[in-house]
Protein backbone atom coordinates (compact mmCIF):
# COMPACT_ATOMS: atom_id res chain seq x y z
CA UNK A 1 0.00 0.00 0.00
CA UNK A 2 3.00 2.72 0.72
CA UNK A 3 4.28 1.52 -2.58
CA UNK A 4 1.04 3.10 -4.46
CA UNK A 5 0.76 5.95 -2.21
CA UNK A 6 4.42 7.19 -2.87
CA UNK A 7 4.23 6.55 -6.26
CA UNK A 8 0.88 8.43 -5.90
CA UNK A 9 -1.47 5.82 -7.13
CA UNK A 10 -4.16 7.10 -4.26
CA UNK A 11 -7.31 5.25 -4.91
CA UNK A 12 -5.28 1.82 -4.93
CA UNK A 13 -3.82 2.65 -1.47
CA UNK A 14 -6.72 3.40 -0.07
CA UNK A 15 -8.18 -0.07 -0.99
CA UNK A 16 -5.00 -1.66 0.28
CA UNK A 17 -5.23 -0.02 3.10
CA UNK A 18 -8.57 -0.40 3.81
CA UNK A 19 -7.88 -4.77 3.35
CA UNK A 20 -4.98 -4.26 5.75
CA UNK A 21 -7.37 -2.99 8.50
CA UNK A 22 -9.00 -6.05 8.43
CA UNK A 23 -5.74 -8.52 9.35
CA UNK A 24 -3.41 -5.63 11.07
CA UNK A 25 -2.24 -4.55 14.50
CA UNK A 26 -1.07 -1.54 13.74
CA UNK A 27 -3.91 0.05 12.84
CA UNK A 28 -3.02 3.79 13.82
CA UNK A 29 -0.61 3.92 11.32
CA UNK A 30 -2.96 2.12 8.52
CA UNK A 31 -5.46 4.77 9.72
CA UNK A 32 -3.25 7.75 9.07
CA UNK A 33 -1.80 6.51 5.84
CA UNK A 34 -5.30 6.12 4.41
CA UNK A 35 -6.14 9.04 5.59
CA UNK A 36 -3.60 10.83 4.05
CA UNK A 37 -4.55 9.36 0.90
CA UNK A 38 -8.08 10.40 1.60
CA UNK A 39 -6.68 13.98 1.81
CA UNK A 40 -4.85 14.10 -1.31
CA UNK A 41 -8.19 12.96 -3.34
CA UNK A 42 -9.87 15.62 -1.39
CA UNK A 43 -12.71 12.81 -0.15
CA UNK A 44 -12.51 14.67 2.88
CA UNK A 45 -15.59 13.40 4.70
CA UNK A 46 -14.18 10.09 4.43
CA UNK A 47 -10.83 11.73 6.07
CA UNK A 48 -12.60 13.31 8.93
CA UNK A 49 -13.85 9.36 9.94
CA UNK A 50 -10.09 7.99 9.82
CA UNK A 51 -9.34 11.30 11.71
CA UNK A 52 -11.79 10.37 14.28
CA UNK A 53 -11.28 6.96 14.38
CA UNK A 54 -7.50 7.54 15.06
CA UNK A 55 -8.46 9.95 17.90
CA UNK A 56 -10.15 7.42 19.78
CA UNK A 57 -7.52 4.64 19.73
CA UNK A 58 -4.55 6.69 20.27
CA UNK A 59 -3.30 7.28 23.72
CA UNK A 60 -2.20 10.56 23.18
CA UNK A 61 -4.13 12.95 20.82
CA UNK A 62 -1.48 14.97 20.69
CA UNK A 63 0.90 13.14 19.43
CA UNK A 64 -0.95 12.93 15.83
CA UNK A 65 0.85 16.28 15.13
CA UNK A 66 3.81 14.13 14.59
CA UNK A 67 2.19 12.82 11.07
Do not use: H, W
Amino acid sequence: ANIYFFVGAYEDAIKLYTNLLITSKNQKEILIMRNNCYMIVKELNNALSDMDKIIKISNDPKSLTDY
